[in-house]
């Protein structure tokens, strides 16, 4: 029998990881690790690319479309790389009353993604939080760690422009 | 009365059945089919459609009769008024998220929810809203995807995973945007779909069909210019009589041939003359390799649904497979030289259609190995067994009443060896009838090999030929494939194996007809229906081995050559090639 492209498979998962994941293969329904595994990568990476997944597949013997299935699935597993700034929107209830979906809307025409997507130049990402404790600002909007509040649709472009202002200054 | 029995009743009347009896089973018992559409027989238990509820007295809520078991004492009730109207909104739910196209689509007629739907009683429709919205998917040479008529049953995932060990397919994303698609939602022709259509088979709805190419064929059929020919394989009049109503089992070779004349091709031929073909090369590879020590087991590679799993699961066995070309595609180079050779034909102007009970060989049909270098490929067009029995009824063919016509020779003459191709362990039987006479030198006294007969998922034999033990097995459904190939791997040793990617072989094949309402697929009773067909049609034939085909032979004098010599090499043989993604 031939020798098959197995043996000289190289992964790009790091040393650490891999050992993890065939220690988990040598556990009782392996299987069953798939999502602790994957927390894993995603806390090495910041987010599940599509090449770690399929190793993640072969390397603890599951399926790819499992992997990719579980990982669809679940709110928390971020398939695209996290942007420099990543803006999380407050929908706690005060905010919510207080007009985040507008503010969302705002964000996502200013930068053409969606909630949970990257920005193609890496700046910015998209995402939801739960109520972030400054319902007296709502709306309220995080960029990594600044807290942005009693924010209007209007102000948005402003705000956006400051960022990337900032950014081409270097 | 053992201890292990239960005591349940079920509509008020007492039903003892045993412990562990689903309550979907033990209705059965007592003549009450419970509406269902997720359940499959042969597949794992999903419960994820909630039609087949029941009420038990004391329990809270209606559970699925699929999936909870008898206990001691039950009372169930499985038709009030409150179970009745559950299921109708379940099924009224699940319309007002599907496209209301019914009058045009495939599975008219057919469709499992459509029967349910009427069955229920649902008669209006309660809760129109916004649908869900996806592109049809049709980039596979083999199968379309309509997410838009998915009710997300499982069905297709369970039977990719259980029975065939492909894997290709699961549910991603959740709520209203939730699909089924392979991995990382690549498209078909890009994932490690093997094309066996077995999604097709278990889809209640036309969320899964073939590709079409009706269209292609009608065309040619209507082109003065072209010279049409159409070949069939061996399982297909072990079958397609079922689509115009008659029993399973039922052999239509003559009113498949006459059907097919009056549909306007100009030669009708039989695929069975090269399943002969390749079972005289497919013998002398074995009895080479055996003499003069090449890789051994000796695989068959008829079933292109079980090729394209091997060069993405197990390439290191790209060794063993047998080099012969299917019978499909041998028949179709045939056509394209020898016959047009003969007939003086331009083989530019010859469109070849073959008719399979496949999916996988309308892709098999464009590998490119299949295709002549100046692009023409050598068989034109596929069609399943389904879709010519559509092109019968579109045409107003009244098939039942036909009376039964030959095959057009010389490429329509096969012996009883070739018609047993269809049916799983056909292609060894017939490969050891001929092997043992080329290997001994003389006749066989007993014609049949009923030790590799039956369409059980994977069976072995040992045979004595002169002196020497032979071990070989039978494999359907490529999980069964798979425990085989890991204990080859493992170091068991054979000398010859058959697999096909399909349960019960070709008769169980993605393109064969939709089973009557109320039946399932995967049903062995009816595969070993279509091939007893099949072992008949063998029985009444005057030759049984397919060295002596005395086309064959001519086709040998006149045209090849030297059986596996090099003009038989250059048209009749082909290779594999290792693929990614890698299958796991």
């Known amino acids: 029998m031939s020798a098959h492209d197995t043996a000289e498979r190289q992964y790009t998962l790091d040393r650490e990881l891999q050992a993890y994941i065939s220690e988990c293969r040598g556990k009782e329904h392996s299987e069953s690790f798939l999502i602790s595994v994957l927390h894993k990568v995603q806390a090495r990476y910041g987010y599940l690319s599509q090449e770690h997944m399929q190793e993640v597949a072969e390397l603890l013997g599951v399926p790819a479309s499992t992997v990719s299935g579980v990982a669809t699935f679940y709110h928390f597993f971020r398939l695209q790389p996290q942007g420099k700034y990543k803006v999380s929107f407050c929908l706690g209830t005060a905010c919510y009353v207080k007009g985040a979906p507008a503010i969302i809307d705002a964000f996502k025409e200013e930068l053409g993604i969606d909630v949970g997507e990257t920005t193609k130049d890496g700046l910015f990402s998209l995402e939801i939080t739960r109520c972030l404790g400054v319902c007296g600002l709502a709306p309220v909007v995080m960029i990594n760690e600044t807290v942005h509040g009693k924010l209007t649709p209007a102000s948005i472009p402003a705000l956006i422009a400051g960022i990337r202002k900032k950014e081409e200054a270097g | ?584």
């Not at chain 2, 369970?158 to 209203?176: D, F, I, M, Y």
């Open chain 2, 1 to 584: 009365m053992g201890t292990n029995m239960v005591h349940v009743t079920i509509d008020g009347r007492p039903v003892e059945v045993a412990a562990g009896t689903t309550i979907m089973q033990a209705a059965e018992t007592i003549g009450i089919r419970i509406p269902r559409l997720c359940y499959h027989p042969k597949l794992s238990l999903e419960g994820a459609c909630r039609i087949c509820v029941v009420e038990v007295k004391g329990m809270r809520c209606f559970p699925a009769s699929c999936a909870t078991k008898v206990a001691e004492g039950m009372e169930i009730t499985t038709g009030s008024p409150e179970i009745r109207q559950a299921r109708r909104d379940i099924v009224e739910l699940l319309l007002d998220n599907h496209p209301m196209d019914c009058q045009t689509c495939e599975r008219d007629g057919n469709c499992e929810l459509q029967n349910l739907a009427y069955q229920l009683g649902v008669r209006e429709r309660h809760f129109e809203g916004k649908r869900k919205q996806f592109e049809i998917e049709d980039s596979s040479y083999s199968i379309v995807r309509n997410s838009e008529k998915c009710v997300l049953c499982q069905r297709c995932i369970r039977v990719c995973a259980e029975v065939q060990g492909v894997h290709n397919l699961s549910q991603h994303w959740r709520g209203a945007t939730a699909v089924v698609t392979p991995a990382f939602e690549a498209r078909m022709i890009e994932s490690i779909c093997i094309n066996c259509g077995q999604c097709i088979n278990v889809c209640p709805t036309a969320a899964w069909i073939e590709k079409s190419w009706t269209e292609d064929v009608w065309k040619a059929l209507n082109d003065p210019s072209k010279h049409v020919v159409v070949h069939i394989a061996p399982s297909i009049r072990a079958a397609i009589g079922e689509g115009f109503g008659l029993p399973p089992g039922t052999p239509t070779s003559g009113k498949t041939a006459a059907a097919l004349r009056r549909l306007g091709f100009d030669k009708v031929f039989d695929t069975n003359f090269s399943a002969d073909l390749t079972i005289v090369e497919e013998s002398n590879e074995f009895l080479q390799r055996l003499k003069n020590g090449g890789t051994l087991p000796l695989i068959t590679s008829c079933s292109p649904g079980w090729v394209k799993f091997m060069e993405h699961f197990y390439p290191e066995f790209i060794p063993n497979m047998s080099t012969c070309k299917s019978p499909m595609s041998m028949h179709s180079t045939v056509i394209k030289t020898y016959y047009a050779e003969k007939a003086g034909i331009d083989p530019k102007d010859i469109f070849v259609v073959a008719v399979m009970p496949c999916t996988a060989k309308k892709y098999e049909s464009r590998r490119p190995e299949f295709i002549s270098p100046d692009g023409r490929p050598d068989t034109d067009a596929v069609l399943t067994t389904r879709e010519l029995i559509w092109m019968i009824k579109a045409y107003g063919i009244d098939f039942l009443h036909l009376a039964d016509e030959e095959f057009d020779h010389p490429l329509g003459y096969s012996t009883g060896a070739a018609d047993i191709f269809g049916a799983t362990g056909g292609v060894l039987e017939a490969a050891l009838r001929t092997a043992v006479e080329m290997a001994t030198g003389t006749e066989l006294k007993e014609i049949e090999f009923a030790q590799v007969r039956g369409v059980d998922g994977l069976q072995e034999a040992s045979l004595d030929v002169a002196g020497t033990t032979l071990k070989v097995a039978v494999a359907n459904g490529l999980h069964n494939a798979r425990d085989l190939l890991d204990r080859i791997k493992a170091g068991e040793e054979f000398h010859m194996i058959e697999i096909m990617a399909c349960p019960g072989g070709c008769v169980g094949g993605g393109g064969q007809p939709y089973p009557q309402k109320g039946d399932y697929t995967i049903d062995f009773e009816l595969y070993r229906k279509r091939a007893g067909a099949l072992y008949d049609i063998d029985r009444d034939k005057e030759i049984r081995l397919s060295h002596k085909n005395p086309h064959v032979l001519e086709l040998y004098r006149e045209y090849l050559g030297e059986v596996g010599g090099h003009k038989a090499h250059e048209l009749l043989h082909t290779h594999y090639q290792s693929r990614t993604p890698r299958g796991i």
